[in-house]
C-alpha cells in the first residue's frame, strides 16, 4: 500500500469530504479595459491573461503577457495571488495557477480560495484538481454566441478536502512526476527539434537544386488551373454551434508540412450553407496568412468530413495536370519562399500577407518527376518528424497520456457518506 494510501485510511477512513465549489472559492470574471484607452494600457504593471498566455497542462508563457495600468483596474480590486484561471469560455478546458496579484480577459473565471478554507488546502492540490474540472468544463457547456461552460453547475461542482496531509504527498508525488515527465519530454523535443531542422535542410536543399536548375517559375496566383485560390470565410462567434457537423478549422490546424488537428470548433450545415462558405476538399492547400511562422501551408487531409476554414487561411484548391498540390504545400514551407512570403507581410502589432500578395509570390515548377521525386523524398522524412503515429512526436504523446492517466488516479476518493 502506498504512503497515500495510509494517509487517507489514517485520515479518511470513512471516506473524503466534498463541497460544492462556490461554498470554497470566491469567484469573479474577467474583462478586458478599452482597446482605444491608450492610458490603460500605456507602462501597464498590472499582468493581464489571455488565452495565448495559458498553456497546457497549467503552464504560463511569461514572455508574452501584455499588463495593463492601475488605474484601469475596476474598482481597484485585483485577482488575488495564488489564485487560478479556469477558461469558462471559448477555449474551454484549460487553467493555470497564478502566484502574483492579477487580470484577465473575459474568457476565464477566477477562482480563489475563501478565508475560512485557506488552512484546509495546499494551493497546488486545487492546481492539480483543476484538471479534473477542466474535463468536467469542457463536457458542461451551453451556447450563445459561443461556447460556455454551465456556470450554474460549475458552482455546485464538487470539489474534494482530504487532510492536507494527504494533499501535500499528493503534490510531492505528482510534482516529482511531473518534474521527471518534464526533462523526458524536453529531451524527446530536443531530438525532434533536431530532426526538424535536419528535414528543413533537405527540404531546401531540394527545392534550391530546382530553382538552380533554371526551371520555370509560376506564381501561385496560376496553380489553381480549374481550381481556385481564395481566403477561407468569415464565420463569426453566433455563427458557430458546438453541436454542428460542419467541423470550422483554424489557424492552429495549420502547421508546417501537417495539419495539427487542434481546433474544436462547429457549425451547422445550414448555417455554412447561409454564409455560402467553401467546403474543404482532401489534398486542398492551406496556407497560413498569419504568423507563426507566416506563410506556412499544410493538406487538407483525408477523412476529415465536412470541414471549412476562417478568413485567414488562404485555399489553394490546385486542378492542373503539371503541377502536384503536395508539392506545392512543400515549396511553400521552404525557407527560400518561405522568406519572399515575409517580405510582403503588411500590418502592425499583428503581422499578416494579403491574398493578393500571396497571389505574386513564385515557386519553381519541376517536371512532374522531379516533383514526384522531392514529394517522396520529403514525405518519408516528414512522416518520421510529424505523423502522431510514428516516432518521437507518437513517444511525447505517450509520455503525456501516462502522467494525465497517473494524475487521474491519484485525484479520485471515495467520498464520505452525507
Known amino acids: 500500500m502506498s504512503r497515500i494510501d495510509d494517509l487517507i485510511k489514517q485520515h479518511s477512513p470513512d471516506g473524503v ?15 478586458t479595459p478599452s482597446k482605444s484607452d491608450s492610458a490603460a494600457w500605456a507602462d501597464g504593471t498590472v499582468p493581464w491573461f489571455r488565452m495565448e498566455d495559458i498553456r497546457e497542462n497549467g503552464r504560463v508563457l511569461d514572455r508574452s503577457i501584455q499588463h495593463i495600468a492601475e488605474t484601469a483596474v475596476k474598482g481597484g480590486r485585483l485577482f488575488p495571488a495564488n489564485s487560478i484561471l479556469v477558461a469558462t469560455s471559448a477555449t474551454i478546458g484549460e487553467h493555470a495557477l497564478i502566484r502574483v496579484p492579477h487580470l484577465s480577459n473575459q474568457r476565464f473565471t477566477s477562482i480563489a480560495l475563501k478565508p475560512k478554507y485557506q488552512d484546509r488546502f495546499d494551493i ?12 468536467w468544463c469542457k463536457g458542461n457547456t451551453t451556447v450563445s454566441s459561443f461556447a460556455s461552460v454551465d456556470m450554474a453547475g460549475f458552482k455546485k461542482f464538487r470539489f474534494p478536502v482530504p487532510h492536507l496531509e494527504v494533499q501535500r504527498e499528493i503534490v510531492r508525488v505528482l510534482d516529482a512526476f511531473a518534474e521527471l515527465e518534464a526533462e523526458l519530454e524536453a529531451e524527446l523535443e530536443a531530438e525532434l527539434e533536431a530532426r526538424q531542422q535536419q528535414y528543413a535542410h533537405y527540404r531546401d536543399m531540394s527545392l534550391s537544386i530546382s530553382e538552380s536548375n533554371r526551371v520555370a517559375s509560376l506564381r501561385l496566383g496560376e496553380l489553381a488551373g480549374v481550381g481556385f485560390f481564395r481566403d477561407g470565410d468569415w464565420v463569426e462567434s453566433k455563427d458557430q454551434d458546438p453541436n454542428g457537423t460542419v467541423r470550422l478549422t483554424q489557424l492552429a490546424d495549420v502547421g508546417e ?9 462547429w457549425m451547422r450545415e445550414d448555417q455554412a450553407c ?13 496556407i497560413a496568412r498569419m504568423p507563426d511562422p507566416i506563410g506556412r501551408a499544410c493538406q487538407v487531409p483525408d477523412g476529415i468530413g465536412q470541414a471549412v476554414t476562417v478568413v485567414d487561411v ?20 521552404s525557407f527560400e519562399v518561405r522568406r519572399r512570403i515575409v517580405s510582403l507581410q503588411v500590418g502592425g502589432t499583428r503581422q499578416r500577407i494579403t491574398r493578393r500578395n500571396l497571389e505574386t509570390i513564385e515557386i519553381p515548377i519541376p517536371s512532374l518527376r522531379q516533383q514526384r521525386e522531392i514529394v517522396d523524398m520529403l514525405d518519408r522524412f516528414e ?10 512526436p507518437a513517444e511525447i504523446e505517450a509520455r503525456r497520456q501516462q502522467y494525465a492517466y497517473y494524475r487521474d488516479r491519484l485525484l479520485t476518493f471515495k467520498e464520505k457518506a452525507a
Request: proline share 3%.
Open 124 to 135: 497546488k492540490f486545487v492546481f492539480y484538481y483543476c484538471f479534473v474540472l477542466d474535463e
Open 274 to 286: 447561409r454564409l455560402n462558405c467553401t467546403f474543404l476538399e482532401p489534398g486542398d492547400v492551406l
Open 314 to 333: 488562404a485555399v489553394l484548391r490546385s486542378r492542373r495536370d503539371d503541377v502536384l498540390p503536395r508539392y506545392i504545400m512543400h515549396a511553400l514551407n
Open 383 to 392: 512522416t518520421l518528424v510529424n505523423d502522431l503515429s510514428y516516432g518521437l
Open 17 to 31: 469530504e466534498y463541497v460544492e465549489l462556490a461554498e470554497l472559492f470566491s469567484m469573479r470574471n474577467g474583462y
Open 257 to 265: 508540412g501537417v495539419f495539427r488537428d487542434r481546433s474544436r470548433r
